[in-house]
């Protein structure tokens, strides 16, 4: 399944900014590795976008990479079933997407952190 993101916040600027949007693919669908940015759902924090830094046999380590982003020990491992799904493309032209939301109407956003 594919979702569009907005991004909220700056915890991984500079490689993503308030306001950008990405495209994300199921976790499903993907193996994931150190180094993918991934989306999940933090019981504490809600939903995030982190980048992996190490994987581990029962999950994964991750963190923002803006040096004010919370940090992976605040986060603690993050199990494969909080993980929504990996970012496989930052989108850049807003002008398309919101094209896109004027045609799709049905089609949801959600703003991940």
Known sequence: ?????????ISM????SEGDFVLTLSRKLVKLKPGD????YH??????????????ETGYHVE?????????????LVKPDMIEGKVILKITDKKT???FFAIHQGFQLNKVY
């Open 13 to 16: 600027s500079p490689s993503l």
């Open 64 to 76: 923002g990479t803006h040096i004010m982003s919370t940090d992976r020990k605040s986060i603690g």
């Open 97 to 99: 997407i919101y094209e």
């Open 1 to 9: 399944m594919l979702k569009i993101l907005k991004i909220k916040g």
């Open 43 to 56: 019981p504490k924090y809600g939903f995030m976008i982190k980048k992996i830094v190490q994987k581990l």
């Open 37 to 40: 940015i991934i989306t999940f």
